[in-house]
């Protein structure tokens, strides 16, 4: 199942305040290797934006007044998500927002697959801090880019701290044959390739008699 890394960006953290989604961000993975495909989008919320929340991101009424409205987008949007598995950090905050949206179009709500990451890390760092930035610091990965909460940058993040979490480091691929896929030198996704050499049955001899030669020296010695 290909998945999508998704993060949303408000101009505030409760819908019942009637906040909206000013900043959408997905990144599709198949396999857990990024396709290139991504969605991505900054909207007109129709409401201006808390100090707390232009603290978080940065972005501005004036910033977000020229910017397209969910209902122009909002079908793009669900065709890219169509019939993949989510991954969210903290989904039931991106969810509720998005849901949210969709209902003042007289929309249902997403009924995609999800995996909340935040629920991920909680289970296997009990009392450990559990945002974006700490899980980054755990596992090695840069955020130096990550000046402010930005969608696309976050999906980015997440997508490596997702790899992690769920303990697949390296993501590699199945051959059928590895003597074939070796000699592919335009195959990128080739990690590792050690080559058997076999041995004949006069070079297990000579092997056996240098070893009792030697052992017997070093014994003496």
């Known amino acids: 199942m290909k998945e999508i890394v998704l993060d949303t960006e408000t101009t505030g953290i409760s819908v019942k305040d009637g906040h909206r989604i000013v900043e959408i961000g997905c990144i599709e993975l198949d396999n857990l290797i990024p ?3 991504k969605f991505h989008c900054y909207l007109n919320p129709e409401r201006k934006v808390s100090e707390k929340a232009f603290e ?8 977000l007044a020229d910017k397209k409205k969910f209902n122009e987008l909002s079908d793009e949007f669900l065709e890219f998500i169509k019939d993949k598995r989510l991954i969210i950090h903290n989904a039931e905050f991106d969810l509720s927002h998005l849901n949210n949206e969709l209902k003042i179009l007289g929309k249902g709500k997403i009924q995609n697959e999800v995996i909340d990451t935040l629920v991920l890390a909680r289970e296997k760092f009990p009392g450990s801090s559990i945002s974006l930035d700490a899980l980054c610091k755990r596992y090695r990965i840069d955020n130096t880019r990550r000046k402010k909460h930005t969608a696309l940058i976050d999906c980015d993040l997440l997508a490596k701290v997702y ?3 769920i303990d697949q480091k390296e993501p590699t ?3 059928n044959t590895q003597e074939k896929e070796s000699n592919n030198e335009t195959n990128k996704n080739v990690l590792y390739f050690k080559k058997i050499v076999k041995i004949s049955e006069d070079e297990k001899k000579n092997h056996t008699s240098y070893l009792k030669t030697n052992l017997k020296k070093n014994y003496f010695n």
């Open 56 to 63: 978080v991101h940065g972005y501005s009424d004036q910033f």
């Open 173 to 175: 691929l199945n051959f």
């Open 163 to 165: 790899i992690n979490l």
């Open 35 to 37: 396709t290139h495909k």
